[in-house]
């Protein structure tokens, strides 16, 4: 049989097929190859051991899960985004197949910020506005689909709008709907929890990304840049590392404004990091 793991303990995973759920320990080597919540397997259900695991579309290491398919990068007007960390995000989605959603929270009165915002990112991903405070989170449940997981600064009421998505089902997640109400996430498990369309994930290992995660050489960073991408034939080198010159069209358009300004200066910082990276490997 096939089925998903929605939690780990130990040497032990929960297996969920259909609407069925079983515990089930790893035959053989797939002890020291790994297995990690979100992998699919096959399994023998009267056994209750995990035989295969099934190819993955990507794989986590923090936090350790598989197959994440949504990204919900959650911002709001307080406290300030941190655009620098949704841009990694962003390209540590791109990188990594997994689909960004830009989720604009705390969003009461605040149409100037929004539009803001909508107009740096709608060009290269969806942008959905909530309200946790009024339970408004419907275009946001429409976008959970297959295995999704909220990233973001602490204080965005990423928790809260977990909470106002289950809103019906809260009891039944047990110790789940009390870590989101605190506010505060401790453990370092992942957990899946099913909703309508999907599965949401239990994890606390987005509200940073450390560049060395996004596993990519200075020159290919731009490539993910799908705002950059029109821009980048106009570079005069093919080596062009789109720093500030006269003679790179994607400095040109930045400067021009036909590319967000914010997203091309926090390229230039990551880029830096980047190559501050390779330097000391090299030494």
């Given amino acids: 049989m096939r089925g998903l793991v929605v939690k780990k303990n130990a040497d032990k995973f929960n297996v969920k097929f259909g609407s069925q759920e079983v515990i089930c320990i790893a035959r053989g080597t797939l ?12 399994f023998d259900k009267k056994a209750a051991v995990i035989e295969e695991i099934l190819p993955r579309k990507n794989l986590l290491i923090r936090p350790p899960m598989a197959n994440l398919d949504t990204m919900i990068i959650t911002i709001a007007p307080k406290p300030l985004p941190d655009l620098y960390l949704v841009d990694k995000l962003i390209l540590f989605c791109f990188v990594e197949g997994i689909n960004p959603i830009l989720c604009v929270n705390k969003i009461e009165g605040q149409d100037e910020f929004y539009s803001k915002i909508e107009k740096i990112y709608s060009p290269i991903l969806k942008v959905v506005k909530t309200s946790a405070l009024n339970n ?4 946001l449940e429409k976008c959970i689909k ?9 204080a965005v009421g990423k928790s809260s709008l977990i ?3 289950f ?23 992942v957990t899946l929890y099913q909703t309508k369309n999907g599965y949401i994930a239990d994890t606390a290992g987005f ?11 200075p020159n290919e960073i731009a490539k993910y840049y ?7 034939d106009k570079c005069k080198y093919r080596s062009c590392l789109h720093k500030h010159s006269n003679n790179c069209g994607v400095a040109a358009a930045a400067n021009s404004n ?11 910082k990551f880029l830096e990091i980047k190559e501050l990276t390779k330097k000391v490997r090299k030494k």
């Fill in 31 to 42: 002890k020291q190859d790994g297995i990690f919540v979100g992998d699919k397997v096959s």
């Fill in 136 to 139: 408004s989170t419907s275009e």
């Fill in 146 to 154: 297959g295995i999704s997981a909220f990233a973001g600064q602490s």
């Fill in 163 to 165: 909470n106002s998505i």
């Fill in 167 to 189: 809103k019906e089902t809260l009891e039944k997640t047990g110790d789940f709907a009390k870590k989101v109400e605190r506010g505060k996430q401790t453990t370092r498990t």
């Fill in 207 to 217: 509200s940073k990304l450390d560049e060395s995660l996004i596993n990519l050489e």
């Fill in 226 to 232: 799908p705002d950059f991408l029109p821009y980048i």
């Fill in 258 to 268: 036909l590319i967000s300004r914010e997203r091309y200066e926090n390229y230039l």
